[in-house]
């Protein structure tokens, strides 16, 4: 029987399925499964599989944390709605955490988060003091920058081939066990239900001919 809380965090929101598992500080279980797609099929069945292992059911838990993006427009979305079913099911929080707070957690301060965005263009947050998460160009952050600036993330390679003088620290934990931290610490405060982080329109083309007009 456990007595600690525990806690389930997940993640889609890139090409792969990541979740962890925590019982209070203890890290039973982390695990990031590759896949370009398929993501809505395999990750409560990903899940389910990991708390079997640990022994535990669905309502053992004590909180749910979901990574709420940015990063892929579905992905993202197959997360956060799995997250708010579950927590509505078992009458348990689910906590929202960006991906790129996950990746800052346990570095040291201030540093500049920098994930990969595609295009030239890169999903960046500075914490300590704080900023908001902007999707901007890697040329205008670079702009922006000076030697010395800790930078962690998928985007940071980018940075560093750019500007040498900066200084690459690598994520202090897996994102799955980030998250799950992080709603461990935050599942007994108020907060609103999770929803997707989007900081790119999505990519839908628009169709080419007008849509008929319905008339009354």
């Known amino acids: 029987m456990h007595f600690k809380p525990l806690i389930l965090g997940f993640d889609t929101s890139a090409a792969h399925c990541a979740a962890a598992l925590l019982c209070g500080d203890e890290l ?19 899940l389910e599989e990991m708390l079997a292992r640990a022994g535990v059911g669905w309502r053992d838990l004590a909180a749910l944390g979901v990574g709420i993006g940015p990063g892929n427009f579905t992905g993202v979305r197959i997360s956060v709605a799995a997250a708010r079913g579950l927590a509505l099911a078992l009458g348990i929080p689910a906590v929202a955490v960006s991906g790129l707070e996950a990746t800052a957690l346990s570095l040291p301060r201030p540093l500049l988060v920098v994930e990969d965005a ?3 263009e890169c999903y960046a947050q500075e914490f300590g003091p704080e900023s908001a998460p902007r999707l901007v160009s890697i040329e205008v952050l670079l702009a922006g920058l000076a030697a010395g600036q800790l930078v962690t993330g998928s985007g940071a390679a980018a940075l560093l081939a750019a500007m040498p003088a900066l200084r690459l620290l690598h994520p202090a934990m897996p994102l799955p066990e ?34 008929p007009v319905i008339v009354p």
């Open 178 to 211: 980030a998250i799950a931290r992080l709603a461990a610490a935050r599942r007994l405060l108020p907060g609103p239900r999770p929803a997707p982080l989007y900081l790119r329109s999505a990519d839908a083309a628009l169709p080419a001919e007008p849509a």
């Open 28 to 46: 039973l279980e982390c695990r990031t499964e590759a896949m370009a797609k398929g993501q809505a099929e395999r990750l409560v069945p990903m």
């Open 118 to 120: 595609r295009r030239g």
